[in-house]
């Protein structure tokens, strides 16, 4: 069942189930939603009070997750308009003319990107294979030397690593229960430090995989800054 409390001037919506335990538990999931377990029994009434205690926790932690949830901005994929790489902002040009095309292509020029195609209906297509093609260049090689470099430190030299690349509408990265690091090919778009931050975040889920004060000292260890290069890649991709 779906409630809701009124916290201030926001309101939380969360889910709540009951099941055969004993105390309440309240659960953030990394697609914002709130998810409570309460002993059968337990009044709505008291769920509601315990989560209005908690109501700093849970917006703390949906505000932690935004950080992984891409926002897409409505493009129409013609010149002028401004596309990131690694962190740059490029000028898209769109260039048609048969005397110019001798292949359908894109490339890095200057402060542009420079796409070559004589139906200006396949710039979409095309720019979003080149992204494509450069996060498969490039991120798995800075997450190898990552994962190489942490499972040393923590004595992890027989973990194999595991990695693969898959779009998510939700989320920046995430780190499967066998150990697998996958990472958004979207992340192309951010700072070499916003994609660091998002690799030592996943690493750290081989050490603890839920958010516990532990898993945030780890990862606070392991990138002392990690939080200035979370709030630019909140800010960057908006």
């Not at 095309?126 to 090689?141: C, G, I, R, T, V």
Request: aromatic letters at 10%; a positive charge.
């Amino acid at each position: 069942m779906t409630e809701a409390i009124e916290f201030g001037s926001r309101i939380i919506m969360f889910r709540l189930e009951f099941s055969d335990r004993k105390s309440l538990g309240i659960t953030v999931t990394p697609e914002l939603e709130v998810l409570v377990k309460a002993p059968v029994g337990t009044s709505l009434e008291k769920v509601k009070e315990k989560i209005k205690k908690k109501a700093p926790w849970i917006i703390k932690q949906q505000s932690f997750f935004l950080s992984f949830q891409p926002r897409t901005t409505k493009r129409k994929f013609i010149s002028g308009e401004t596309y990131l790489y690694l962190g740059r902002q490029y000028r898209l040009k769109v260039i048609s003319d048969l005397a110019d095309v001798k292949h359908e292509e894109v490339k890095l020029k200057g402060q542009f990107i420079e796409v070559y195609t004589i139906e200006k209906v396949r710039t979409k297509e095309l720019l979003e294979k080149w992204y494509l093609e450069k996060a498969k260049e490039k991120l798995p090689k800075m997450a190898k030397e990552m994962f190489d470099a942490f499972a040393a430190r923590k004595n992890l030299s027989l973990l194999p690593f595991q990695f693969s690349l898959r779009n998510m509408s939700t989320r920046w990265g995430s780190c499967t229960s066998k150990g697998r690091i996958i990472l958004n090919p979207e992340l192309i778009k951010a700072p070499k430090g916003c994609i660091e931050y998002v690799i030592i975040h996943e690493l750290c889920h081989l050490i603890y995989h839920d958010h516990t004060q532990k898993f945030l000292d780890l990862q606070t260890r392991e990138m002392n800054d990690w939080e200035k290069w979370k709030m630019k890649l909140e800010k960057l991709l908006a």
